[in-house]
């Protein structure tokens, strides 16, 4: 005796509804704007580079601090609002030099001087700046990173315009260190006030 399923007809319906089922599967993964409707998470920005990805994907660094870390020499963040969003859309990876170069947070407030580093008693920190610019600039070349937003003004991130190691708040022509770094290696580096090189 034939069951219920074995029925010719029965069995034509089952066969049409997997090969529908097929087709939506197939349609799914060859189309993102099917995955699109069939992910109610998609509106997520977290998921978005892999639902629909971007044309260009290429990774941006940024100053951490403009990211809203707190790794500030006084233990403060300066945050950016359109760094900020970088981030959270999983396009920019946040960096501190500094920090990456051993030093600790708060820390002495330091100063170009004559290509050193300084801090205001004056002890040399060039060496931990480095480290960590070299750090950062093995990142860049790791994750492919063409462009930079850095923080201006800064010892390490500063662009075009530095402080002069006076500690008096005056500002003369000049990189900081990680920042000079990226440029020679050709990245195109830019910070949150306008400043632009590369
Ligand atoms: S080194 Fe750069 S990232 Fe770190 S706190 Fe200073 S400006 Fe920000």
């Known amino acids: 005796m034939r069951r219920r399923w074995e029925d010719s007809s029965t069995a034509t319906s089952l066969r049409g509804e997997h090969n529908r089922a097929l087709t939506c599967q197939r349609s799914r993964i060859e189309s993102p ?10 509106s997520n920005p977290w998921r978005q580079p892999f639902v629909n990805p971007p044309i260009d994907i290429t990774p941006v660094l940024v100053s ?4 809203g870390q707190r790794c500030r020499y006084d233990g403060t963040a300066s945050p ?3 760094v900020m969003d970088l ?11 500094e920090i990456a170069g051993g030093l600790p947070t708060p820390r002495p407030a330091c100063e170009l001087r004559h290509g050193r580093v300084v801090d205001r008693d004056g002890v040399d920190r060039t060496g931990a700046f480095l480290r960590g610019a070299e750090q950062g600039l093995e990142l860049v070349r790791l ?3 063409a462009r930079a937003v ?4 800064s010892p390490s991130c500063g662009l075009g315009r530095v ?5 008096s708040g005056t500002l003369v022509p000049g990189h900081g260190l990680f920042a000079a770094m990226l440029l020679d290696a050709g990245v195109e580096v830019v910070t949150e006030e306008g ?4």
Do not use: H, N
């Open 87 to 97: 981030v959270a859309q999983g396009r920019a990876i946040p960096f501190c030099p």
């Open 80 to 82: 950016d609002a359109r």
């Open 150 to 153: 850095l923080k201006a003004r």
């Open 195 to 198: 400043q632009e090189g590369g």
């Open 64 to 67: 951490a601090c403009l990211a």
């Open 163 to 167: 402080y002069d190691g006076s500690f």
């Open 143 to 145: 994750a492919r990173c």
């Open 33 to 42: 704007r099917c995955l699109d409707r069939a992910d109610p998470d998609s």
